[in-house]
């Protein structure tokens, strides 16, 4: 590969991180072929892409992204393959728990394709312990929806009190009225 070639590989890497709000970097090594296509298939349903690179070229990749990454050279050992994901940072977690649920693992073997770490919202996770923490990240559209909610709540009470109290005031003057009217 020619040094032109390398370093459109690098920009194209570059342009996929500043574009997704996440990815994963995973040790799909040991894998068959076919398990490895069957794993991109599900990877394409849901609208993500798993692409094995060079760690040197995800290195150099990661240098763009203006940030302290230096934590991330600890995952880039052995075969590196990244899970680039548009949707919520949680979504690669999800589908790696759903894939290896779908393997049947036995005791003490690594699943594969193995989580080495991931970056997302630009936090970083490393190794395949973090995995249960990331698939119970929310994303940024989950967390707004939460404020919104909890914004709402007191005001939907204040309203509530109130219709409920105008209408108990209307039925309090009504029986009076009526009082009225049986006495004279």
Known sequence: MIREEKQAL?????????????????DASGMSVAKINEFRRLCFNR?????????TFIRKA??????DTTEMD?????????????????APAKLLQEFYKSQAYGKGVEPKPALKGAYVDAGIYLGANQLETLSTLKGKNELIGDVIGLLQSPAKNVISALSSGGSK????????????????
């Open 10 to 26: 690098v920009d194209e890497l570059s342009e996929k991180f500043q574009s997704h709000n996440a990815f994963y970097i995973a």
């Open 47 to 55: 609208g993500m892409e798993f692409k094995v690179y060079k760690n």
């Open 62 to 67: 990661l240098d763009t992204l203006g940030g």
């Open 74 to 90: 600890a995952a880039l050992k052995g075969q590196s393959g990244i899970l680039f994901s548009k949707e919520s940072g949680n």
């Open 169 to 184: 005031l209307a039925g309090i003057l009504k029986t009076l009225s009526e009082k009225e009217e049986v006495a004279g």
